[in-house]
């Protein structure tokens, strides 16, 4: 690798984390942390809300939530990502996810309706209790025209079904991720404050 090319990378990076502050790029490979075993995705459905995670430049709202709508019949389960923005607007995504043929309950593959966008990515179940926490990961490929080298994206989230979680808990749950190489440095958390008038979920189904 040149001199030349080192220094065009460095620009590259640096200008992604100015243009993208909140876009979270892993120089090395991604991890292959091992998901929950014997998971029952039926178990996923209904309200979850986002307590942590790392860095996105699509999740800069407080009051994230997200609604699972688990199909009997084929096995996909539909999801609302909802968000408040700081002029009070909601902003939604909706996503469709399934399990292929050959992987693991807990290795699910995620496709964004709305917006749309064509690229499937990763969407694993770590580990939940189905009733108060989940751990989820995410990590895929992310090219940049005119690199010859593959950066990967990493998402991580620590979800609740309820809106506030104790700080013991949240603690013990990012300790457990950091087991996979997944580093938790990185998390923020999601304000969960004042968000009474949004707690009525069936009113945003699709």
Known sequence: MTVLYCFFVLI???SSCICQPTLFLRTSDCPTPSVMKRFKL???????YEISRFPSQWEIGKCI??????????GTVKMRWEQIYNNGSINYAHSVGHVKEKDPPAKLTLKFTKPYNPWETPFWILDTDYNSYAIIYSCYPYFHPGLRRMFNTEFAWVMSRKRKMSVTKKRRLKSSITHHNIYTHMFIDNDQTGCEEYENPSAHFF
């Open 65 to 74: 939530q997200v609604s699972y709508n688990v199909s009997n019949e084929d």
């Open 12 to 14: 590259i990076v640096v």
């Open 42 to 48: 039926k178990q996923m459905d209904g309200q979850w």
